[in-house]
């Protein structure tokens, strides 16, 4: 493993780590006050890794919700990835052995680094975005398994919490709008979301959200790429 790879990795990865802790550590403490063993933390981390879905595990566990049910729910609140992997497709062909560990961990945040950061000169794109992955992973397992440690020692207030994960949201497109300079897809992005909560209401939004912003942005597929192109002339940046 490159030294100065992982170093680079490291750097960019800093948002999602503090992210993951933040948010990581209420979902041990939600698993542990529904009355499940600590250990079911970082066991649900290593093998779901699936941040919003594992809370909502928690809830239909708890509930005692069939497990037909729960995969059906599971598969509805993560089918969002499906994009995410067809988008990387390209940008990852040579990405060689790091492939499966990208595919498993390619989770909303580390799909926002991988897409708004640039492979530093001479280093390995595999390794560099690979390891952009296996840091996030072992952000998440880290903030669970504190949170449920925490969670059987002390008492524990969840008021305001739940902002954590919509802070960390913002601070990644903050650093994707740096980059690319372009605000139109969050800008349809938060369209999108406004629609589907006016038409379809809060607990119904997400998937319509979801289809409404693809759309859009496949009907400007060709002036956003126009715009991108324009932008990185503008910096100097090499567009193919």
Known sequence: MN????????KVSLPVLFGYIAIGIPFGLMLTGA???WW???VMSITMYAGAGQYVAVGLFASGVPLSAALVTMLMVNIRHIV?????IEPLKNTGK???LIIFCLTD???ALLTGCSVPRGVNAGSFYGQIALFNYLYWITGGFI??????LIPFSFAGIDFALTSLFIVLLMDQLKKTKNIIPPVIGGL???AALFIFGPGNMLIASLAFGIALIILLKKPLLQIDKNNMSKDGVSYE
Do not use: C, D, V
């Not at 030294?3 to 490291?10: M, R």
């Not at 995410?84 to 990387?88: A, D, E, F, M, P």
């Open 3 to 10: 030294k100065y790879a992982s170093i680079q990795a490291f």
């Open 84 to 88: 995410y992997g067809l988008s990387l």
């Open 35 to 37: 009355g499940y063993p």
């Open 192 to 194: 999108s979301a406004f």
């Open 40 to 42: 079911m933390a970082p």
């Open 109 to 111: 945040e580390t799909y």
């Open 98 to 100: 790091w492939k499966p």
């Open 147 to 152: 949170g449920a440690i925490a969670g059987t």
